[in-house]
C-alpha cells in the first residue's frame, strides 16, 4: 500500500539525505501531494519537533 501511494521509505538513510528538518517540519505541518494530511491543527509544535527527531532515528543503525 505504502509503495502503492509513494511514501518514503525513511528506513534507506538516502531517503533522509536530502530533506532538512525544516522541510521535514513544514511536511508535517502541511502535508504534501493529494495523500499525506496536514497535522497542524493536530499536533503541537512540540510533537512535530518531537515526530521529526523521531523520523531523523528510522535510517540510523
Ligand atoms: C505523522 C505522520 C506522518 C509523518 C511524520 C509523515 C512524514 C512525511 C515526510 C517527511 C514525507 C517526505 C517529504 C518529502 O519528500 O519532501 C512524506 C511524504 C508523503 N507522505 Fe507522509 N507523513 C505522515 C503521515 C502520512 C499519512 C497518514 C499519509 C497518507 C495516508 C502520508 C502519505 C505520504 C505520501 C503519499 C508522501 C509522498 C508525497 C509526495 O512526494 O508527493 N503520510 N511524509
Redesign the pocket.
Known sequence: MARA????N?GVPATLAG?SDG??RA??ENG??????S?KSR?SPAEIAA?VAY?RTLSKH
Request: charged share 10%; glycine share 10%; hydrophobic share 60%.
Open positions: 501511494m509513494g511514501v518514503p525513511f530533506l522541510v521535514l511536511t508535517v504534501k501531494g493529494r495523500m499525506m494530511p497535522y499536533l515526530v523520523i
